[in-house]
């Protein structure tokens, strides 16, 4: 053989190795114009194919990522349209941006995000989206105000959903009920839009949920006892709707709750007492509502993490529990607005970790139990205002530390803590009968802390 030839032969075995190998990693063809379109359709006034003119997958914008097939061929997986934040640039979108029928090209679709795209020009989603089910897991819509239309019972189509995110879009309609077939759904968000309608019952049916976002929506009718079946459920937002009808009185099924929002309704009825099994919670918001009854005694000891508790304009009578106090890492105790009355519990003064505490606009009565360093300590934080019965002891005003924030307030005179030993008599019978509650007297309060100074004393000045 003549050495020309082989080289020639190299050459060509070469030549088709490099093309080869060039399109070793090529992206379906169909896919590629399917992404042109789509971003011609959120913005016609980029020229997306002079810009990225090769392989979108490897070339193209941010925001676009593919996965790779048994042959090599890449398909578009990801796709994420309008800015997010300066150094996270997805494609961003144009006034009359809209939602292109050739996403239902795109079969390996994974995930689909648009942020704050449709604001201007009124969009519907375009129902090839409801057809991604053999793919779509991930489908986020957030801020996107001129976003309008309902959602179909066609999105029960998506069977492999894990996150449906519909947040501060202008939805309509009702929540429809196929929801509850989706049983991957591990998030389902529709805050933010204008859904009418009941909480569909089916949403019962999703075993795999932790989190469920319904606020700011105007939803009506009862929270649905099926929510209680959620066990995996970590948040639970339905605030600011317009909710009636009582809590469920197995709420404390939800033995994995870390934040209950249910704020800004008009529910009514009772606390309940399972509450006090809910060992997880985190932040417990229960202001804005119209419950009308007393606060529970009973529920506080177990909820050793709850560090947020907001019960104001909720309706609430009678006392406040002295085992408020058990609330160790309570940082926000906001009780204000209701018709509380009786004395404030000295438990409350003994916070460790509070920050903040609201009991303005009740009949509360008696004695303020905070000590001076206490009251500095919150400063404007704490609230008592409107409240005619309210005093302060004498050395309050001899604070100088206070300054202004005593201006005004009644000081206890013998009269008034004559008046008052009545209530702290019924106070103490209320410490001693709770269930599971606080079994100390304040003497006992003031014994604990004596043998914890007296340990100090002994110990503190020696080398450990
Ligand atoms: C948006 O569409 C309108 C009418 O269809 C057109 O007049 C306008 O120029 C378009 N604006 C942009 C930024 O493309
Ligand atoms: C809330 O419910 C009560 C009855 O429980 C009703 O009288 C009141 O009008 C309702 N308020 C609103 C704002 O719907
Ligand atoms: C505290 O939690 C335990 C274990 O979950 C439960 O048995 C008990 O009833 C709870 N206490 C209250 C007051 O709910
Ligand atoms: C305390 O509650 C009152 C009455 O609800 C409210 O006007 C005030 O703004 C609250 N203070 C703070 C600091 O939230």
């Keep these: 053989m003549k050495p020309f030839c082989c ?61 790779v097939d048994d042959n ?66 991930h489908l986020v819509f957030m801020h996107n105000s001129a976003l309008v239309g309902e959602i179909p019972r066609e999105m029960s189509n998506l069977i492999h959903l894990e996150r449906l995110v519909l947040v501060d879009n202008g939805l309509k309609g009702v929540i429809p009920a196929e929801i509850g077939s989706l049983k991957d759904l591990n998030q389902l968000v529709l805050s933010g839009n204008k859904l009418t309608g009941h909480i569909p019952e089916e949403l019962g049916r999703l075993q795999r949920l932790k989190m469920l976002d319904l606020n700011g929506n105007m939803l009506s009718g009862s929270i649905p006892t099926s929510l209680i079946k959620v066990s995996k459920l970590e948040k639970l937002d339905l605030s600011s709707n317009a909710l009636t009808g009582s809590i469920p009185s197995d709420i404390g099924e939800l033995s994995l709750l870390q934040l209950l929002d249910i704020s800004h309704n008009n529910l009514s009825g009772s606390i309940p007492s399972s509450c006090g099994k809910l060992t997880q919670l985190r932040i417990m918001q229960l202001s804005s509502n119209n419950f009308l009854s007393e606060l529970p005694h009973s529920i506080w000891g177990n909820l050793t993490l709850l560090s947020g508790l907001g019960l104001s304009h909720a309706g609430l009578q009678g006392r406040i529990p002295l085992s408020l106090g058990h609330l160790t890492v309570l ?63 004498s050395n309050w005003l001899l604070s100088s530390e206070l300054g202004d924030a005593v201006e005004g307030l009644q000081v206890c005179d013998s009269e008034y803590w004559a008046a008052s030993s009545e209530q702290e008599a019924s106070l103490t019978e209320q410490l001693l009968t709770q269930a599971g509650g606080w079994h100390v007297s304040q003497s006992g309060i003031l014994l604990t802390t004596s043998i914890g100074f007296a340990f100090v004393f002994a110990f503190g000045n020696q080398p450990l």
């Design 331 to 393: 940082n926000y105790l906001d009780l204000s607005s209701n018709k509380l009355d009786g004395m404030v519990p000295f438990t409350l003064g003994h916070l460790p970790q509070i920050y903040q505490i609201n009991l303005s606009d009740n009949a509360l009565v008696g004695l303020l139990p905070f000590s001076v360093d206490f009251v500095t300590r919150l400063g404007r934080n704490l609230q008592f205002k409107g409240n005619e019965g309210l005093c302060v002891s």
């Design 7 to 67: 080289l020639l032969l190299l050459h060509v075995l070469l030549l088709v190795t490099s093309s080869e190998h060039s399109d070793y990693y090529s992206m379906a063809p169909n896919e590629a114009e399917a992404c042109y379109n789509i971003l011609e359709a959120i913005n016609a006034a980029v020229p997306w194919r002079a810009l990225h003119p090769d392989n979108l997958c490897l070339f193209g914008p941010h925001g676009l990522n593919c996965d």
């Design 72 to 137: 090599n061929v890449l398909h578009v997986a990801e796709f994420s349209l309008g800015w997010v934040a300066e150094n996270d640039n997805n494609p961003g979108c144009g006034r009359n941006a809209t939602i292109s029928p050739s996403f239902g090209k795109l079969p390996y679709l994974r995930k689909l995000f648009f942020f704050d795209c449709f604001t201007e020009r009124e969009v519907e989603i375009d129902p090839v989206i409801w057809e991604l089910g053999a793919s779509l897991q």
